[in-house]
């Protein structure tokens, strides 16, 4: 059986990145490949790379108050670029008013600071298209 292709990314230019290495390190013992691109980059840079390494999930993790702005750019190149449907998760220091929001923008889902890793690891299991 093929492993879920997760790619991790911070698109903002929030430098704190001990949360999203924490998910990197559980997706991988949950079975997960995990591309863990880093952080500080550009939300081409992360669809492009979707796109080379055929990833399942994308997911970004913000602390800094940018993930509107980022979010958007980022769902709007999947939707432009990815021929295939791909999870799109949001993660991190996220307002509870700003959830709908960028739900409507075409995110899966958001965990909030707090969330478990089990519940995210669930919803990937149960939500990535085989």
């Known amino acids: ?3 879920i292709k997760v790619l991790l990314a911070k698109t903002s ?4 990145d001990r949360g999203i290495k924490v998910l ?3 997706f991988r013992d949950a079975g997960f490949e995990v591309i863990y691109l880093g952080k500080m980059l550009k939300p081409e840079e ?3 790379t979707a796109i080379d390494e ?3 999930v994308i997911g970004l993790s913000f602390l800094s108050g940018e993930h509107i702005e980022h979010t958007r750019k980022v769902a ?9 449907e791909v999870l799109f998760l949001v993660g991190g220091v996220i307002p ?3 959830i709908k929001k960028l739900k409507k923008m075409g995110v899966h889902e958001v965990f909030p600071a707090g969330s478990l ?14």
Do not use: A, T, Y
């Open 54 to 56: 055929d990833v399942d």
């Open 76 to 84: 709007r190149l999947i939707k432009k670029k990815i021929q295939k």
């Open 96 to 98: 509870p008013q700003d």
């Open 117 to 130: 890793i089990e519940d995210i690891i669930k919803f990937i299991k149960e939500n990535v298209k085989k």
């Open 13 to 16: 230019l929030d430098g704190h």
């Open 1 to 3: 059986m093929k492993k």
């Open 46 to 48: 992360v669809v492009q």
């Open 24 to 26: 990197s390190l559980s």
